[in-house]
């Protein structure tokens, strides 16, 4: 016959401890998880960003003169030095842009008006390193010219 020494009752308190202190960890983990980027990112709704006609009849110029303005306060402001732009109503709005703020912007100097000649890898290793290196791994998976595919 075998016995086995009772159980400590320090253990049941450890536990209750530990697990106790786990959810009070977990709940603060939660609360701070709200609290992300609150408190170092300014406040930005689209109230913030609303571009108002201050005199009726306001001709589209006007307006992407006053938004042009409103873009170099950020760049001024927060040292940005680019644009994500999301349709705001409809896709159009892709068009209005192209059609009437970048123009604005490059007659203001914040847009460029032709791109490098190059591709990315030029632009950022230099001229002639247009492709991969024949050492680099993954040129050989590169397919050859006039050869046929697999």
Known sequence: MTT???????????DSIRYGGLIVLMLMGFAAYFQLGQDEDPP???RVMLVQAYWPGA?????ADQVTDKIEQWFEDTDVDGLNVAFAISPGD????????V???VKRGRYKREY????????LFG??????DDAHPASRY????????E
């Open 44 to 46: 930005f709704t689209f």
């Open 127 to 132: 001229a002639g390193r247009a492709k991969l």
């Open 142 to 149: 590169r397919v050859k010219r006039g050869a046929a595919a």
């Open 4 to 14: 086995t020494a009772p159980v400590p009752v320090t253990t049941t308190r450890t």
């Open 116 to 123: 490098a000649k190059g591709t990315l890898r030029e632009k």
């Open 59 to 63: 001709t589209a110029e006007q307006i």
């Open 103 to 105: 123009p604005e912007l």
């Open 94 to 101: 892709f068009e209005d842009i192209a059609d009437m703020l």
